[in-house]
Structures are given as C-alpha cells and as structure tokens.
C-alpha cells in the first residue's frame, strides 16, 4: 500500500522569498515520486519527478526536490518566489507494482499564496 | 506536440442523466487514466486503459465505466447521475510502459449535477 502526506494545507509567502512545501509519503515498494501543480481551473502540470535516479530532483520553473529514503520524504522547494507561483501544489506517489498500473496516489494538496 | 484535450469542458446535467466525457491523449501515448477531483474528498483514481483494456479500477460504483479506442483515445461514463457526482473530472496519458513514466494531464472535464 502507498499514500502521501503533504504536512501544510496552506503556505503564504512573500514574493522574492523561498518556498517550502513538505511531503511525507509511505510505500511498500520502490515508488516513483512526482511534484504536480495546479492553476484554477486548469489540470495539473508536471513539476518534477523522482525515479531512483539522482536524490536531488530539478524540476521547471525553478523548483526542485529532495528524496530522503531514511525520512521517507520529499520536499519541494523554490529559492525564490513569484507571483505566478500562486497555485495548489500536490505531492504524487505511484508504486512500480503490477496491479498499480496507472494509478497516482496523489496528496491532499497545499495552497500557496504569494503576497507582494 | 498536442498536450491532453478533454471535451467538453463544462457539462450541466440533472439527476439521473447519463453522460459520456471524451479524451484524447498525447500522441503515442497508449495509457489513459480518470480522475475525479471533489473539495472533499481530492483527487481520486477511476481506472486506467492501456491498448483498449482496462488494467486496473478504483473504488467507484459500477455507474463509472470507461473504454478505450483503438487510436488510444478514451471515454467515461457516468449512468443515473447523482448530486454527489458533481465534480472536475481529469484525464492523464503517459506512454504506460511503466509506473515511472510520469502522466500528463487535460484541463477536465467539470460536470455539475442539478
């Protein structure tokens, strides 16, 4: 079984600013990891994604992401904040198991807002 | 290269109803998976078509059905519908090969139910 926790359901942060949103996530094989966004009233975009290559992830628009195996984790992170980062952000697990096939565990999402 | 487009991108129906969502994936992509997106209770896993077969389902009730087109395309099905069917519904298509490869993702599909 595999799910993920995003630790904040909001996060308010200043343009210019670094950008942290936690994932925690929990899977009984070897997951692959993915950081998705989502604008209202559009569908999610790919950010970045982890599949046991390199633990330190580079994704678009400046983020990126760290995989700790012993803290079964992996944050998001931004060095600096703009306006157009303003969107909800989910934390995705998939499992490399047979009856997972195209099934994406996603988190509950974490909304960000960046104030001028 | 053409990302993922859903039609239609808004749908109005009353209870009862049926309804049928379209989907068409990125251009190679042989997997097509469903989503539904509610305030309550996120995103959920519908099922997921490879090669014209279902290869696996969520825990939806039968009135969710879907099929796959030889071209890769795909549809969903929603039979007697209920007010708590109102929701964005998202499709995503990825190569599926493996559960590595990451799944892109339409605008959806947001049906309300009156």
Redesign the interface.
Known sequence: AQSVTQLDSHVSVSEGTPVLLRCNYSSSYSPSLFWYVQHPNKGLQLLLKYTSAATLVKGINGFEAEFKKSETSFHLTKPSAHMSDAAEYFCVVSALVTDSWGKLQFGAGTQVVVTP | KAG?T?TPRYLIKTRGQQVTLSCSPISGHR???W?QQTPGQ??Q?L????SETQ??K?NFPGRFSGRQFSNSRSEMNVSTLELGDSALY?C?S?L?G???Q???????TRLSIL
């Open positions: 993922v859903q997997s097509v998976s989503y996120g995103l896993f099922f997921e078509y490879f290869r696996n969520g998202l995503a990825s599926g493996s559960s590595h990451p799944q892109h993702f339409g605008d959806g």
